[in-house]
């Protein structure tokens, strides 16, 4: 089976879709906006075939119709959240997955910044929308601490190798932010490095990976000692550690 080839397209001020291309198939996932997508396509001579959203919000999805018109693509998305999935064609849920050509995608229900959120698993990468951020998570519109922190732990179970596509470029701020948890922490500090150097060239800090994250993404650190000490929750459970991480987040 061929290698799935996965490009970064920067849309809008700080989002990222994506291209999923292999032989005469294409997805984009995550468009917000068409033309940026349109251009990437134009220049690679790719014809977009499948077009994949990981939830509802307008920055994620505002390009599907554009899209969908241009390129008759089929549009795949949460099927707990169909109704707010434009154009959407295929509903997908975690029981049955989906298929990509000769690719099993695995669906993963990864609920909290929407209700119906999904991550789709392709070979060796996941496209986590906005649940997983690089060092950080998403913000809480449409459920609770219990539920963010089981969708990550979701994640978590993946390979440490498995590549991560998130939806936005926010892993300064977050890993700046992650510093004021864990300034102790050497993998963090090493990975700051690699941010700042990325991010003043102009590149992006995607992908990142599950085992990278396990080790410098304070949301998923609810064992660390630091943490707990810098917190004052030494005893907590480990979803109130999350809350207390999402809440001061919020306010950052």
């Not at 990222?16 to 198939?25: M, N």
């Not at 099993?104 to 496209?127: Q, S, Y």
């Not at 459920?143 to 994640?155: E, V």
């Not at 941010?195 to 998923?220: C, D, H, M, W, Y």
Request: aromatic share 6%.
């Amino acid at each position: 089976m061929a290698k799935l080839q996965i490009e970064p397209i920067a849309c809008l001020t700080d989002n990222y879709a994506y291209l999923v291309h292999e032989g005469g198939l294409c997805a984009v996932v995550d468009p917000s906006e068409p033309e940026p997508v349109q251009a990437a396509l134009a220049v690679r001579g790719l014809k977009l075939t499948h077009i994949l959203n990981t939830h509802h919000h307008w920055d994620h999805t505002g390009g599907n119709r554009a899209l969908k018109t241009a390129f008759d693509a089929v549009v795949v998305g949460p099927e707990k959240d169909r109704d707010r999935i434009p154009e959407i064609d295929i509903g997908v849920d975690e029981a049955q997955g989906w298929r990509f050509g000769a690719h099993m995608v695995r669906i993963l229900e990864v609920p909290a910044h929407t209700k119906g959120a999904i991550a789709f698993v392709f070979d060796g990468a996941v496209f986590t929308g906005d649940t997983l951020f690089t060092m950080g998570c998403g913000r809480l519109f449409e459920g609770t601490p219990a539920m963010m922190h089981a969708s990550l732990a979701k994640l978590m179970a993946l390979p440490d190798d498995t590549a991560v596509y998130c939806g936005h470029e926010y892993t300064m701020n977050n890993g700046r932010f992650a510093l004021t948890l864990e300034p102790g922490n050497r993998d963090l500090q090493a990975r700051m490095k690699d941010v700042e150097a990325a991010r003043i060239k102009g590149r992006p800090t995607v992908p990142s990976s599950i085992g990278l994250e396990k080790r410098t993404n304070p949301f998923v650190r609810t064992g660390s000692a630091e943490i707990r000490a810098v917190l004052k929750m030494e005893n907590a459970e480990a979803v109130d550690m999350f809350a207390e991480m999402r809440r001061r987040k919020d306010s950052f």
